[in-house]
């Protein structure tokens, strides 16, 4: 099983983190009143709303078919006759609307510091992982230069005595385990080049496992969350 590292942040990727709103309430109430007394601060502040402000006027509005929309409101807020297998939950949660796409690429641009379009740049990967209530979130960010998933939890931490696993699922074929979720809020995963190759169109996923993670080596709790895999 991998071991997923917890990620250390600095005052600038905190700042990053306040102004695309991804920042933990918790943290984001002690980022404020450090902004009162800390000059630096609110210059990197400043400097990633600059930074967010150009990349948001480059996005061009694309307006959603109709139809596109009652399929997403039908599946966000239709009740399934019966519980839900595994795969039917994954098809549940396929497909966001163009416009949380375009703000969700933008948020892990910044987020990460991971400039876009370099030449000889491989092809990144976002996605975000959510609940149906929200009580689980988390945005993963695939770098494509350091070969890392860079992963932020936003929302949810797992019961007593359990654990949360995060799972790579493409197509029909079984889950694959990246690891257990470190107790911190960030982390970080190191893909070999084969799951590399798997990320294109596939789904993560958070499963609830016991401590150490699935002892079977495929989810043995409930699929908590998922969330497409997009190249961006």
Do not use: C
């Amino acid at each position: 099983m991998t071991q997923i590292i917890p990620m250390e942040r600095d005052d600038d990727m905190l700042a990053a983190e306040y102004v695309t709103g991804i920042l933990p309430a918790a943290e984001r109430s002690a980022f404020e009143k450090r902004l009162a007394g800390s000059a630096a601060l609110r210059a990197q502040l400043r400097s990633w709303e600059e930074h967010f402000i150009s990349l948001v006027d480059e996005i061009e509005p694309i307006a959603t078919p109709q139809h596109v929309l009652q399929k997403i409101e039908g599946r966000l807020f239709g009740k399934p006759e019966a519980q839900p297998s595994l795969l039917q939950s994954l098809v549940f949660w396929r497909g966001l609307s163009f416009a949380s796409l375009a703000a969700l690429a933008v948020a892990g641009t910044l987020y990460f510091q991971q400039p876009v379009g370099l030449p000889g740049a491989g092809v990144n990967y976002v996605a975000e992982l959510s609940a149906a209530n929200d009580a689980i979130k988390l945005v993963a960010y695939y770098d494509d230069q350091k070969g890392q998933i860079k992963l932020n939890r936003i929302a949810g931490t797992p019961a007593a005595g359990r654990a949360f696993e995060l799972w790579l699922i493409q197509g029909k074929n079984a889950p694959v385990s990246l690891g257990v979720l470190p107790g911190s809020t960030t982390g970080m995963i190191s893909l070999s080049p084969t799951l590399k190759a798997k990320l294109a169109g596939s789904i993560l996923a958070i499963s609830d496992e016991p401590t150490g993670g699935s002892p079977t080596g495929q989810p043995t709790g409930a699929v908590l969350a998922t969330g497409n895999i997009h190249a961006i």
